[in-house]
């Protein structure tokens, strides 16, 4: 005797998605540079705040007054930033190389954003460039952005100090790139932030999806065994990838954005 086999229908249950409202992205609103507080510097010309120190010291003992360095440190000594007061250039080959690479590019009214401000001395140097119509400084360190009110006043005799094109984010890197549409993106990002080894802060993809076509990302790299795991990441994210090498250790990292 043959049995009969029956089928069981089977019930495919569709579950009830709800309309999630398109929310616009809301800009973060910039800093008012004349709230912060500027680092007071002592009679030897130093100043400190909770994590580094602001040293002012002449880098020629014949040299004028105006032509001092300025130095900001941690605490235990490791050089965040240093530029020279005068000519306020940077002191740091990796940062003369990139502000040079910029200045040299043909673009007109570029738009900058800098991931890891510091106290702005990159900034204040690329300010005076005519290709460069604004740049983001983004930094979580509050005590940074005092510094900059501090170089602020230092060169405030310098007539080429555009510092009006310079606009500052207390934020993490990744919170302040989520804000950007696709109406706001940049020519140029210099990730500059300073992060313990191994950790990477956001995704090169990400930081390239908010470049405009043709847009730039230069890289600050210091560790050696960093430098792997960073141009695996670039060179997946990017379409031309150029690697320099600096004699104190410093590598520039040149990603270009098709």
Same mark, same amino acid.
């Given at each position: *005797? ?30 008012? *540079? ?30 004028? $007054?105006?032509? #001092? ?13 240093? *530029? ?40 204040? =140097? ?13 930094? *979580? ?28 984010? $207390?934020?993490?890197? =990744? ?7 696709? =109406? ?35 890289? #600050? ?38």
């Amino acid at each position: *005797m043959k049995t009969r086999k029956t089928l069981k229908k089977s019930k495919h249950i569709v579950p009830i998605v709800p309309i999630v409202p398109i929310v616009p992205i809301v800009p973060i609103v910039p800093m008012n *540079m004349e709230n912060v507080v500027p680092i007071k510097i002592d009679s030897r010309g130093k100043g400190c705040c909770q994590g580094f120190c602001l040293e002012i010291s002449k880098s020629n003992e014949n040299e004028k $007054e105006n032509d #001092n360095v300025v130095l900001l440190k941690t605490r235990k000594g490791t050089h965040y930033s240093a *530029m020279q007061v005068q000519d306020r250039s940077t002191t740091f080959l990796y940062a003369n190389f990139m502000n040079k690479f910029i200045q040299n590019l043909p673009e007109r009214n570029m738009t900058i954003c800098i991931l890891g401000f510091a106290c702005g001395s990159q900034a204040l =140097e690329l300010s005076k460039y005519r290709n460069v119509a604004r740049i983001d400084g983004v930094d *979580m360190d509050p005590d940074m952005f005092r510094a900059f009110k501090t170089l602020l006043l230092l060169t405030k005799h310098n007539e080429q100090n555009d510092a009006n094109k310079i606009q500052c984010y $207390e934020s993490d890197a =990744e919170s302040f790139l989520h804000r950007i549409s696709p =109406e706001t993106m940049y020519d140029i990002i210099i990730d500059d932030i300073f992060v313990e080894y191994d950790k990477v802060p956001i995704s090169y993809d990400f930081i390239a999806s908010k470049l405009k076509p043709g847009g730039y990302l230069l890289i #600050n790299i210091i560790e050696e065994n960093d430098l792997k795991r960073c141009m695996f990441q670039v060179n997946h994210a990017f379409e031309h990838v150029q690697l320099i090498k600096f004699d104190n250790g410093n590598k520039c990292i040149i990603c270009q954005k098709v």
